[in-house]
């Protein structure tokens, strides 16, 4: 089995940075795609980035392309979600998940691990 946490949400203003991070741990840890979703009140879960196990692909969500930058450190099987120039329709639960097979899987929404969320608020 594998197991995903969140850390590094928060508070903060508009315009403000936040990085958070995903520690994955168990069997076949840093060998597959891994990406984030989000959720705010009122709304179905969306999709944010993904990027595949080398790093080599990444995708972004249309609502956050050029303001956020997936990094993935396979030897701390990590990965990292910097976001910059945030707004406050960025907030939400934001959630790690991971899938066996490629980043395009997380793009669609289907995955087969995920967190338990770390909650991000921009205020303005």
């Known amino acids: 089995q594998v197991q995903l946490v969140e850390s590094g949400g928060g508070l903060v203003q508009a315009g403000g940075s936040l990085r958070l991070s995903c520690v994955a741990s168990?069997?076949?840890?840093?060998?597959?795609?891994m990406g984030w979703f989000r959720q705010a009140p009122g709304k179905e879960r969306e999709f944010v980035a993904a990027?595949?196990?080398?790093?080599?692909?990444?995708y972004y969500a249309d609502s956050v392309k050029g303001r956020v930058t997936l990094a993935r450190d396979n030897a701390k099987n990590t990965v990292y979600l910097q976001m910059n120039s945030l707004k406050p329709e960025d907030s939400a639960v934001y959630y790690c998940?991971?899938?066996?097979?490629?980043?395009?899987?997380?793009?669609?929404?289907?995955?087969?691990?995920w967190g338990q969320g770390t909650q991000v608020t921009v205020s303005s």
């Open positions: 990027m595949s196990r080398s790093g080599g692909i990444t």
């Open positions: 168990g069997r076949t840890q840093s060998t597959f795609a």
């Open positions: 998940a991971s899938a066996y097979g490629g980043a395009e899987l997380l793009r669609r929404g289907r995955y087969d691990y």
